[in-house]
């Protein structure tokens, strides 16, 4: 009995770490995973946008949207958090920290833009062709 109990325990704990929260308000962007996360206040960030995840483009198109990332360029004097998740190193060199994938959140691309329309004012930055025009040190197969 005791074993079924610990077992029964154990599973509810490591569920539970896999719970994700997207948080976007009037004074930051957040993401929680059971006991980690990041948090990036809006006076922080250059830029906000969804980027492709940085793996091979070997992922089949049926993947492509759970694999997007949600994307912040942040201010040159902003600190870097030490969560990030889904850009390769060339984007974080370039100031670029992953917050989530929408996989993560279980979101699609229009409802996190229209959430994004709400709170990132200027700084949103709609579709790839427009993240290439703000930062041309970006390539074609970053975003």
């Known amino acids: ?23 976007l308000n009037s004074a930051e962007i957040s993401f ?14 250059s830029h ?37 998740t889904g850009l390769s190193k060339a984007h974080r060199e370039l100031g670029y920290v992953g917050i989530c994938t929408l996989g993560a959140i279980g979101a699609d691309r229009r409802s996190v833009l229209t959430a994004l329309e709400c709170f990132a004012g200027p700084r949103l930055v709609r579709t790839p062709r427009d993240f290439l025009h703000i930062d041309p040190r970006l390539s074609p197969n970053m975003v």
Do not use: C, N, Y
């Not at 929680?32 to 960030?45: A, C, E, S, Y």
């Open 48 to 84: 906000v946008g969804l980027m492709r995840w940085s793996v091979g483009s070997g992922v089949r198109q049926s993947h492509q949207e759970r694999l997007t990332v949600l994307a912040v360029r942040l201010r040159a004097e902003a600190p870097v958090p030490k969560t990030s």
């Open 1 to 23: 009995m005791l074993l079924f109990v610990s077992l029964f325990g154990a599973a509810l704990f490591s569920s539970d770490r896999h719970v994700a929260t997207l948080v």
């Open 32 to 45: 929680r995973r059971g006991l980690g996360g990041v948090r990036v206040p809006w006076t922080d960030i």
